[in-house]
């Protein structure tokens, strides 16, 4: 009886974590758009304190946008001649100066 009842405890806490470090429903919503990223990648962004609520919408957008060559890390960090600061960039055309660096 005791047994069960630690095991089911135990269970319910580990899937309270589990979620709170491992955005899962973010990954699934990247895979389901076509971006191809991992739970771990996810998992170390969170780690890092790197948002991943902010870069994984950056690379759906792209990526619907046909820029399917812009990585996570150009999305995270911001080049000398665009004038912004983080957070990253939340919009395409961001995304895009990060991309071809013609920032004005």
Known sequence: ?????????????????????????????????????????????????????IIVPGLIEAHKAGLSNITRDELRKPTSNCLFKWPPPLTLPDAMCLRQSKCQ
């Open 1 to 53: 009886m005791y047994l069960t009842a630690f095991t089911i405890i135990g269970g319910i806490i580990f899937l309270v974590l589990f979620f709170h470090y491992v955005p899962f429903f973010l990954w699934l919503s990247a895979k389901v758009s076509g971006v191809n990223i991992s739970l771990v990648q996810l998992f170390l962004m969170r780690i890092r304190n790197v948002p991943p609520y």
